[in-house]
């Protein structure tokens, strides 16, 4: 059941598909949603006097309309959890088997993850051997990963792309085995990009 963007209109279109289920008996109510022993009890009172008779058919028949309509937001919500665990499966899928090597940060720079490719090309850092499984690098600092001169450049790029809430991409070089705070980075470069999720409470790192 497709919903409005209006929430007017989806509050119309819901009420008009319950009345129509309830007329064809095409409704199935579910047992999550069911009147109390006092409403009923009250809806037998009226509708068995001739004075409030068509009162209470007519508060039957609102309530009825009610439970279908709960019903079908019902399914609506398992059905929209259904598919945004699916959109989550493939994203995570997809994240997992990029070529590129990908990272998730905090805000404070700290990996919180990274995908099989990232593994194997910091490797070194986990004391991981070729013929085992890569080993995550979270808790890390990002920077840890780059280069000593690369690091100002990194810190430099990344505020801007926070600053102007745009991608940023730049060149850097990493860290290497062997590599100490005063000696010599590889001369491989990398391409870095940096992406902000929507609610900037998350950073995304792509080398390639």
Do not use: W
Not at 175 to 198: F, G, M, V
């Amino acid at each position: 059941m497709a919903k409005p963007n209006d929430p007017s209109q989806f509050t119309a279109s819901l009420r008009q598909l319950a009345e129509q289920q309830l007329r064809s008996g095409t409704a199935q109510l579910s047992t999550a949603f069911n009147a109390s022993a006092d409403a009923l009890a009250v809806l037998y009172r009226l509708s068995s006097a001739g004075n409030t008779a068509s009162d209470g058919l007519k508060l039957l028949h609102e309530l009825q309309v009610h439970q279908i309509e709960l019903d079908l937001q019902l399914e609506q919500l398992q059905q929209n959890e259904h598919n945004v665990n699916h959109e989550f499966a493939c994203y995570q899928q997809f994240f997992d088997i990029n070529p590129a090597a990908c990272f998730i940060l905090g805000t404070d720079g700290i990996i919180t993850k990274n995908n099989d490719a990232a593994g194997r090309l910091f490797a070194f850092l986990t004391d991981a051997r070729p013929e085992q499984p890569c080993r995550p690098l979270t808790g890390r600092s990002f920077l840890s990963l780059l280069s000593a001169s690369c690091r100002p450049l990194f810190v430099a790029a990344l505020a801007r792309a926070q600053r102007n809430q745009q991608r940023a991409t730049l060149l850097v070089t990493t860290a290497s085995a062997n590599q100490s705070e005063n000696t010599k980075a590889s001369e491989d470069s990398l391409r870095l990009t940096i992406s902000l999720s929507p609610d900037h409470k998350a950073i995304l790192i792509m080398l390639t």
